[in-house]
């Protein structure tokens, strides 16, 4: 249950492999419009995506790199609806994930059912309670996840399993 670390491109808040997909999307972008690829239309692209005229350097690999994708969707995909509303669904789909990758399952079953979230499964949270059981799960000693080999029952816990 190692935590994944992010391999972001050296000078980037992008990770390479989203340098490598954003350059990709703005040569469709500019096919789709009809532009040169410029850096006047690459800070357009941003401003359309309402990150405003900034440098693709300076662009976060979380809301920043979903809005460009959103964007890149609703330019090149404009009839494809369930994208564009799965870009919308994206951070939750993102604390989900993590959440079920980093933590144990039982765990966050007894959490998500308990009287603080009051729901049935992780699917079932908003987007502030997903985040509210992240921040409660990380807030956990690491300890307490490790996965630790069952033991053999002691002779005490033996006895007291015997049904007569």
């Known amino acids: 249950m190692a935590k994944m670390k992010t391999a ?4 980037w808040k992008m990770t390479e492999t989203q340098v490598r997909l954003y350059w990709r999307m703005f040569a469709a972008i500019c096919e789709a ?3 040169r690829q410029d850096d006047d239309h690459r800070r357009e692209w941003h ?3 309402g990150l405003g ?3 693709a350097k300076t662009i976060d690999r979380m809301k920043g790199f979903d809005a460009l994708k959103a964007c890149w969707l ?3 995909q404009p009839a494809n609806f369930n994208a564009q509303m799965a870009m919308q669904d994206q951070p939750r789909h993102r604390l989900i994930t993590r959440i079920r990758a980093d933590f144990p399952e039982a765990y966050v079953r007894c959490l998500v059912t308990s009287q603080r979230f009051k729901a049935t ?4 949270l908003t987007e502030k309670q997903l985040i509210d059981l992240r921040n409660t799960l990380c807030a956990r000693k690491p300890v307490e996840f490790e996965r630790q080999p069952a033991e053999a029952p002691s002779a005490v816990e033996e006895a007291d399993n015997v049904h007569f």
Do not use: Y
């Open 8 to 11: 972001l491109k050296p000078g």
């Open 121 to 124: 499964c992780l699917e079932d």
């Open 53 to 55: 005229p900034c440098s």
């Open 33 to 35: 419009k009809g532009w």
């Open 74 to 76: 609703a330019i090149t």
């Open 47 to 49: 401003c359309l995506a």
